[in-house]
T-cell receptor
Framework: GQQLNQSPQSMFIQEGEDVSMNCTSS?????WLWYKQDPGEGPVLLIA?????ELTSNGRLTAQFGITRKDSFLNISASIPSDVGIYFC??????????FGTGTSLTVIP | DAGITQSPRHKVTETGTPVTLRCHQT?????MYWYRQDPGHGLRLIHY???????DKGEVSDGYSVSRSKTEDFLLTLESATSSQTSVYFC????????????FGSGTRLTVV
């Protein structure tokens, strides 16, 4: 299957710091999605990107669809304790299939 | 999520037994998906449905079958459970294909012993 390389694997940051994570692939994707997952729950969609170069914000979150269509980035500004969780990227090649990254575990230290 | 329910939430079963997981939605969405989530692999698509009685295979479909006889229900069956199928299974629903409206259920934790 498709491999999405998500990095970093885990992050430990102080409350108030900014966070950056990214996702790369050897394939060209048509759509990039970013999800957050809390323990014991399913992923929740944060941001969706549909065009190369697109930059989209959702509150303190900003994500970008890379120009090459092989990567995407998620930034979280001024982190707060409730940002703790696992963040997943997902990319769509064609049709109905999305491929997920392996996740970035975020810990925010108050 | 309020519009999507998975059952059971937890199950322990023995190797070789059949197991059926249920996903029920109240959103009347056309598309339904089954994923499994394992450490180091993220979520991987097992099967999906694009309408009643219309299903297709995903990335990791071997050993699994699905059925959708009603819009609101999508069943995932492990025909003969193996230890490698120990995982957390998530159902997702979507109104349109290839867009971002996917809503995920809370998951079913399946342990095959």
């Amino acid at each position: 299957g498709q491999q999405l390389n998500q990095s970093p694997q885990s992050m430990f940051i102080q409350e108030g710091e900014d966070v950056s994570m990214n996702c790369t692939s050897s394939s060209i994707f048509n759509t990039w999605l970013w999800y957050k997952q809390d323990p014991g729950e399913g992923p929740v969609l944060l941001i969706a990107l549909y065009k190369a170069g697109e930059l989209t914000s959702n509150g303190r979150l900003t994500a970008q669809f890379g120009i090459t269509r092989k990567d995407s980035f998620l930034n979280i500004s001024a982190s707060i304790p409730s940002d703790v969780g696992i963040y997943f990227c997902a990319g769509q090649l064609t049709g109905n299939q999305f491929y997920f990254g392996t996740g970035t575990s975020l810990t925010v230290i108050p | 999520d309020a519009g999507i329910t998975q059952s059971p939430r937890h199950k322990v079963t023995e190797t070789g037994t059949p197991v059926t997981l249920r996903c029920h939605q109240t959103e009347n969405h056309r598309y339904m998906y089954w994923y499994r989530q394992d450490p180091g692999h993220g979520l991987r698509l097992i099967h999906y449905s694009y309408g009643v009685k219309d299903t297709d295979k995903g990335e990791v479909s071997d050993g699994y079958s699905v059925s959708r006889s009603k819009t609101e229900d999508f069943l995932l069956t492990l025909e003969s459970a193996t230890s490698s199928q120990t995982s957390v299974y998530f159902c997702a629903i979507s109104e349109r294909a290839g867009r971002s409206e996917d809503t995920f259920g809370s998951g079913t934790r399946l342990t095959v012993v």
